[in-house]
């Protein structure tokens, strides 16, 4: 009995965790590997819950960002792994506890460092993750049977402003990150 709960649990467990990934090195992204210092906008449900600035600095297995507000105030510092985990944080006890940076330290490991084991796709029981190379931009999709946990999109133009962006997206949480470039910055690095 002991024996076929442990099985069921492995299962269970086993199940439920995310597609293996596999770290793709940068140069597979952008041409440019430099520290990039986007504009970044979040929303929920269509509402505007931040904007501000988001420098980002890519290494091969982690990422090191910045967040300040729309004058250039620091707010919070991190350093992410590649699995998501944040260390060195330095927040205010204000910004630390809206739990703000823990997100931004998930949704960059997402955008930057997790990839397909095997192009295009590689799955588990429940997940998929795919990154699928569209007319103009490339897509990242984790999916759970046929619900999408997660979509980002990485255009090289956006419609609006003429700049590359990245827009991360959780629709069953009405969650929207957009990262786009900033429109003086003539140099467009570090976007993939």
């Given at each position: 009995?002991?024996l ?67 004058s ?48 295009p ?50 629709p ?7 990262l786009?470039?900033r ?10």
């Amino acid at each position: 009995m002991r024996l076929l709960s442990l099985l069921l649990l492995l299962f269970i467990c086993g199940g439920c965790s995310l597609p293996r990934t596999r770290l793709i090195p940068v140069d597979a992204y952008t041409k440019d590997h430099h520290p990039q210092l986007l504009r970044l906008r979040f929303e929920r449900w269509g509402q505007l819950l931040f904007s501000g600035l988001i420098g980002i600095d890519r290494g091969d297995d982690y990422l090191r960002y910045i967040l300040l507000d729309g004058s250039g105030i620091t707010l919070a510092r991190a350093r992410v792994d590649q699995d998501g985990n944040s260390s060195d944080l330095k927040a205010g006890t204000m910004i630390r506890e809206s739990g703000l940076p823990a997100f931004l330290s998930e949704t960059l490991q997402r955008i930057y460092l997790v990839q397909p084991t095997t192009l295009p796709c590689s799955s588990t029981f429940f997940f998929k993750l795919c990154l699928e190379q569209k007319t103009k931009n490339r897509q990242k999709i984790l999916s759970a049977g046929p619900f999408t946990v997660f979509k980002i999109v990485y255009t090289q133009t956006c419609p609006t402003t003429d700049q590359p962006s990245i827009i991360f997206s959780q629709p069953w949480l009405g969650i929207r990150l957009t990262l786009r470039a900033r429109p003086n910055d003539s140099r467009k690095r570090g976007m993939p």
